[in-house]
């Protein structure tokens, strides 16, 4: 089976026909698991509602370091009302380039969501554009085991570092042409891997809407760069995923 740990199949991008198809496609490719992650207020009540209707879906709770929240503690509060529907939290994390909230701020939410997963011992889908040192360092700072660092765009260094402390890395179908997470696939032994779309974002031939049917490219890519044949890379990612999700994967 493949697994997409990462996409938003919210209504900012799919109407209730549209995750239909999605997942009808995604069940014609064997992509059984799907985490759907909330970015905002809206979007996390939508992620309730999609893994209630969709077998193939879980949830991941949380607030994007590019939304404005005025009242973060209530969020947080939901959330955490919300911890036995959901099998992480994310989207979170920083965002120094896009981000119309200040860094300082930011960090002081990303902060509020460490302590929430360490809490209830989730695991974090952590976005980290233009802030990955930052992001390393205070998930260092505040302990938290169980992390998915998503698209990783950082340098060698930070991705040895990652693994040192043995988090994961979910690799985007992007993959296919993107030389960065080819690298990084060459860099990072196997058993830290996992694959994600990033859906509607990311998709495999740079145009159109990105669906997690494709996540099957990244695995393709894997299998390739780590010369293994692809029934071996399904079986070591989902080894790698039911590890870090435990009881909740299935
Ligand atoms: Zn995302």
């Known amino acids: 089976m493949f697994i997409d740990v990462h996409c ?57 370091p590019t939304e404005i929240l005025r009242n973060i503690d209530e969020e947080i509060g939901f959330i955490r009302a919300h911890a036995d529907k959901i099998i992480a939290i994310g989207e979170v994390g920083l965002d120094f380039l896009e981000s119309k909230v200040d860094c300082d701020k930011q ?15 989730l695991p974090l889908i952590v976005h980290s554009r233009k802030a990955e040192k930052e992001c390393i360092e205070m998930l ?7 992390i998915v660092m998503h698209c990783f765009s ?20 992007s993959v296919k042409y993107n030389e960065h997470f080819q690298n990084l696939v060459k860099r990072v ?8 779309t990033d859906a509607p974002f990311l998709h495999p031939s740079r145009d159109g809407k990105n669906e997690p049917s494709f996540v099957v490219e990244s695995y393709k890519k894997i299998a390739e760069i780590k010369e293994l044949s692809l029934k071996k890379v399904e079986i070591e990612i989902e080894r790698n995923f039911r590890k870090l999700f435990g009881a909740k994967s299935n």
């Open 8 to 64: 938003h199949l919210d209504s900012r991008f799919y109407d209730a026909e549209e995750v239909e198809k999605v997942i009808e496609r995604a069940r014609k490719k064997n992509v059984k698991i799907i985490i759907a992650s909330g970015i905002g207020i809206n979007e996390n009540r939508e992620v309730i509602e999609l893994a209630k209707k969709y077998k193939e879906i879980k949830g991941a709770l949380g607030v994007h």
């Open 107 to 121: 960090k002081k939410v990303f902060q509020k969501f460490i302590e929430l997963a360490v809490e209830l011992d």
């Open 140 to 146: 260092e700072d505040f302990k938290a085991k169980k």
């Open 154 to 173: 950082g340098g060698f260094k930070l991705i040895d570092r990652i693994a040192a402390n043995g988090w994961n890395f979910s690799v985007p179908a």
């Open 189 to 196: 032994d196997i058993s830290q891997l996992l694959c994600e």
